[in-house]
Nanobody, 118 residues
């Protein structure tokens, strides 16, 4: 089955940087549209950044100019580089893979915690 495993979360000071990775196994990674979502306590999960199989990219307004999404099809991995982090970026970050062959909502990773605090 398709599995997504996120890594790279942690604790960082405001203004700092973190890089998240999501390794995908068991599927056709190059065909998937990949997304990073986040969910803060008491809030709904939101899409932060997405990159499709044609490398088209989109960002949420709240992270545009600070976050950068990329993918490496040779490594079956999608990345999220997060710069100039703010306390409001604190959340669990989830990786998501979408394709018409996938179940509704796509495949999800287990999430990785990002905490921005002084």
């Amino acid at each position: 089955q398709v599995q997504l495993v996120e890594s790279g979360g942690g604790l960082v000071h405001p203004g700092g940087s973190l890089s998240l990775s999501c390794a995908v196994s068991g599927g056709s990674f190059s065909l998937y549209a990949m997304g990073w979502h986040r969910q803060a306590p008491g809030k709904q999960r939101e899409l932060v950044a997405a990159i499709n199989s044609g490398y088209s990219i989109s960002y949420a307004d709240s992270v545009r100019g600070r976050f950068s999404i990329s993918r490496d099809n040779a490594k079956n991995t999608v990345y999220l580089q997060m710069n100039n982090l703010k306390p409001e970026d604190t959340a669990v970050y989830y990786c998501n893979a979408v394709h018409y062959t996938a179940p509704a909502g796509g495949y999800w990773g287990q999430g990785t915690q990002v905490t921005v605090s002084s």
